[in-house]
């Protein structure tokens, strides 16, 4: 009986409260497969089958072959605050577990149909039975080891939660996005999903993480490239998409903590700036990142359905995201590759040394200030010789004749306008109009953060007259171009004396640029657009308008110089625009070319 306070204050009934509740965890028939999959998973299922009847809101079935329940858990299961995973408060500062194994059970089975059929072992099977809430039988019914939910008739009691449900279309993509996310946490589980008794998702348990990428976007995988920090307390692994394969649209982007999908849209914004001047505006690349962190360092509940999270040390994740994501970004498998995609990448792809197979050892080795040649063949030996091909050293290294300084890649220009590098793998192709704005961006960003560069004074100045939009945009950057070097005095209405300019290199042409520049800065482009201050406006520009251009000869000297100041960036692989500075081509794509893959 309801106990009745004096103002008219009663005590609800179970039932009633359990309604209620399931407000906070069932917004639709996606909740109640998330909620469900996630407990056969904590359960240790090897597979996990759902099925749907239009979209979920007539029946939904979930079944697993994990550990099951026995009689007794089974009924504490359908009663609120049953749970198998937290003991103490203390348990929920370091939750492990997708879910709390029956948490759900009960704000399900108040506002459906519902039925429980578990079995530790097929001696023990009980089906129980809960109309909205009210538990009408719990019988012993044999079955196999495991659990099956059904749940019917989804908000039957509750009209106005049930109008607000969408098409059975939609509740159905709901449902199949909410397992994507459980099947990408847990590559090592199978899972089907079936609707109207079709077939829309049939995972079997994948090797990997990358594995089960490829079951669901098989076109995606191989254009991931790996993510993996240097370790710490917080450590950030994954994959993040190829600047150049990424699209203005339709990049898929999921990250987790501690194996448990999370959203945070700052945190993708992040991740968008690591990508900033490899990509295009508007561009955002896929990825796929897990962020692993001591369980007690991020609180899981702040969300009611857990969707959200909260870190502890914000800083130190976002700051592990964004080196992580920047260091895969510089390794040279993320520029562009030559051919058709091969198997989907790991995690040295792009690095590994070869096992032999007619691509030359490198003469030496790099020394310590320039690391990055380690992947390259060393060119002409100190007597002017180009080098020669090592022979194969044993398992130990030991009898390898002695081996003469490394010389650094040797290089040819293509056309006046590609630079070529044999690397232990196969070539690169460098862009050296593209390679070169790289690195005068980087070099001009340095110069602002140094407090600005140096000049050269001009034999005989320039005279400059501009129209009036580009003479108030002059007006507006002199502050900034005289940080770099262009030293300019007003000589009447719209007229400027340059004096002084900067000399990033040989061939750089001061009036050219500059006259470039400020008519760009004044109109607008699509590059000049995309900056976040005045600063990236500048550098942006004056890295197009001063690089050599493709077409120009350049001096052997000239292309190991911008060779060695490219691969000094720290991303030389890719240019401003968010185009690729270099392309590899790869021995085995080579060897399939010519008939011998």
Known sequence: MNR?????VQILPDHVANQIAAGEVVERPASVVKELAENAVDAGARRVEVALRNGGKTEIRVSDDGSGMNREDAVLALDRHATSKIRSVDDLRSVRSFGFRGE??????????????TALSPEEGVRARVDFGRIRSVDDVPRRRGTTVTVRALFHD???????????????????????????????????????????????????????????WGDLAPTLI?????????????????????????????????????????????????????????????????IETPPAAVDVNVHPAKAEVRFRDRESVEAAVRAAVRAALARLDSTKPLGIPGDAPDAGRGLRTPSGGGVAKPRGEPPAEMPQFALFVSGRDDAGGPGEPGADAGASGQGAETEAPFAGPELWQLHDRYILAATREGLLIVDQHSAHERVLYEEIMARFEAGGG???????????????????????????????????????????????????HARFDAEGCLREMVRELAEGSPLVNAARSQHERVAMSMACKGAIKAGEQISPEEARELFDRLFATPLPGHDVHGRPTIVRLSVEELDRRFGRG
């Open 104 to 117: 759900a059970l009960p704000s399900i089975a108040a506002v459906s149909r519902f039925e429980l059929h």
């Open 158 to 216: 509750l009209p106005a939660r049930a109008k607000f449900l969408r098409s059975a279309a939609a509740e159905t993509r709901a449902a199949g996005e909410a397992l994507v996310l459980l099947a990408l946490a847990n590559p090592a589980v199978g899972f089907r999903l079936e609707s109207n008794r079709r077939v829309s998702m049939d995972l079997a348990p994948a090797r990997d993480w990358l594995g089960r990428v490829g079951q669901l």
């Open 454 to 504: 140096t000049s050269q004074a001009l034999l005989f100045p320039v005279t400059l007259q501009f129209s009036p939009p580009e003479a108030e945009a002059l007006e507006d950057l002199a502050g900034l171009l005289a940080r770099q070097g262009f030293e300019l005095e007003p000589f009447g209405e719209r007229t400027w004396i340059l004096t002084a300019a900067p000399q990033p």
């Open 4 to 8: 009745r306070g004096a103002g008219g």
């Open 226 to 290: 790996p993510v993996e920090d240097a370790g710490g307390p917080v450590r950030v692994r994954g994959f993040i998409q190829r600047p150049d394969a990424a699209r203005a649209r339709g990049g898929r982007r999921y990250t987790f903590v501690n194996g448990r999908p999370f959203r945070d849209a700052a945190l993708l914004r992040l991740v968008d700036d690591a990508f900033r001047t490899t990509v295009m505006e508007g561009v955002r690349p896929s990825l796929f990142l897990r």
